[in-house]
């Protein structure tokens, strides 16, 4: 959202209006022709009516940033509240994941690459956050999976987080009111 052009844009735009008003004045006092001055008076509506229009956008621009803002601290504030919440699980499922990597025998560049991979971290990112190649975490990946048994990404994520997520509780389904032949 760009307000600042908006704002430049009414600025040009109230520039224009006063030198069209300006210069509109000073060929009425010199004698100009009717067709001079509605030519000007054209182009000085215009530009009235054009800073009304950029004004009219820069507020509804103006109201849906606070909206936006508000909705992203509103997100924020839920998602801290969750990550508080959930603090103890998340603690608990790090503590599992680095007895798990142990037990897998990774190495420590292997399991925070595991730890990368679980959290969606692409290769790419992955080698960004670790201050290495693509080609490095590409292997180390490799050998992730390979000490873990798992076919790639994700059967990696899916081993950690398949027994988290509990399946939605179905609602009870209505059993139709067959007339029953008696």
């Known amino acids: 959202m760009r307000l600042e052009g908006t704002t430049t844009s009414i600025v040009l735009f109230l520039i224009i209006f006063a030198v069209m008003a300006a210069d509109m004045w000073g060929d009425r006092a010199t004698g100009a022709s009717g067709l001079h001055l509605l030519a000007e008076a054209t182009v000085l ?3 009235a009516v054009g800073s009304l229009l950029v004004l009219r956008r820069f507020r509804a621009l103006r109201e849906e940033a606070a909206r936006l803002g508000l909705r992203l601290h509103a997100a924020r504030a839920d998602a801290e509240r969750w ?4 603090q103890g699980v998340l603690r608990g499922l790090g503590e599992a994941m680095a007895g798990q990597f142990q037990q897998w025998g990774l190495t420590p560049a292997e ?10 971290l ?3 990112e992955a080698a960004q956050v670790r201050g290495t190649s693509e080609r490095t975490v590409r292997q180390q ?3 992730v999976y390979r000490k873990a048994g ?3 990404r994700a059967e990696l994520s899916a081993f950690f987080l398949e027994d988290l997520l509990l399946p939605l509780q179905s ?12």
């Open 150 to 152: 798992v076919g790639g």
């Open 122 to 124: 692409s290769l790419k």
């Open 111 to 120: 399991q925070e690459v595991a730890l990368l991979l679980v959290k969606g």
């Open 141 to 143: 990946a490799l050998a």
């Open 45 to 47: 509506v215009l530009s």
């Open 83 to 86: 990550r508080s919440e959930a």
């Open 171 to 182: 609602a009870p389904v209505a059993r139709s009111a067959v007339p029953s032949s008696q």
